[in-house]
């Protein structure tokens, strides 16, 4: 059965860069997109971006500027960089597996079937 | 961005009875070209990560309990739970995949009354 477990630091000051792992166990890295998804206390969630097996990545326009998403695929993980942060951005971050439809030469994803633990990350001077 | 809009933001019902929420879309969640609507719904208990209960709009995960369905088209989606199980007390929520950014409905909360 597929895992992901994820970590990374969970306290940063303003302005440093938020760096999460996640890593999948007893699964194919290929063939799904993989999402990072986070929710800030008490309230719901955002899409942050996913990235497939072969790095091409889609970010949510509203944090393009800050985000890096990467995979390495001879270890079977993801990582999420989120650059200058703020008090806006403490959350529990996810990642995701994203099931994929593939139509001809496009592929679309259509549900987050696993998904890690959650790591909170909490910014505070 | 596709702005999704659930109702009721929370419903308390009893016991054994229905109970049904609602998720709108600001545009079409139905891909022609395999007519399908990419609407997936997701269950989440206080300290866990979501779990995904129904895929294009009604096809249930394995695993979930066939009290959970889903339905419509278009812009318009319902998740129904038939019978309300007390382990069913948790937020709900409906997420397009039609296109990116991939939006979350605000979420539900279901009690029991």
């Known amino acids: 059965q597929v895992q992901l477990q994820q970590w990374g630091a969970g306290l940063l000051k303003p302005s440093e860069t938020l760096s999460l792992t996640c890593a999948v166990y007893?699964?194919?890295?290929?063939?799904?997109?993989w999402s990072w998804i986070r929710q800030p206390p008490g309230k719901g969630l955002e899409w942050i971006g996913e990235?497939?097996?072969?790095?091409?990545?889609d970010y949510n326009s509203s944090l393009k500027s800050r985000v890096t998403m990467s995979v390495d695929t001879s270890k079977n993980q993801l990582s999420l960089k989120l650059s200058s942060v703020t008090a806006a951005d403490t959350a529990v971050y996810y990642c995701a597996r994203v099931l994929v439809r593939t139509l001809g030469i496009f592929s679309r994803g259509y549900g987050m079937d696993v998904w890690g633990q959650g790591t909170t990350v909490t910014i505070s001077s | 961005d596709i702005v999704m809009t659930q109702s009721p933001a929370s419903l308390a019902v009893s016991l054994g009875e229905r109970a049904t929420i609602n998720c709108e879309s600001s545009q079409s969640l139905l891909y022609k070209s395999d007519n399908k609507n990419y609407l997936g719904w997701f269950q989440q208990k206080p300290g866990q990560p979501p779990k995904l209960l129904i895929y294009?709009?009604?096809t249930r995960e394995s695993g979930v309990p066939d009290r959970f369905s889903g339905s419509g088209s278009g812009t318009d989606f319902t998740l129904t739970i038939s019978s309300l199980q007390a382990e069913d007390v948790a937020v709900y929520y409906c997420?397009?995949?039609?296109?990116?950014?991939?939006?979350f409905g605000q979420g539900t909360k279901v009690e029991i009354k």
């Open positions: 007893g699964g194919s890295f290929s063939g799904y997109f």
């Open positions: 997420q397009q995949y039609y296109n990116t950014p991939r939006t």
């Open positions: 990235i497939n097996h072969s790095g091409s990545t």
């Open positions: 294009w709009a009604s």
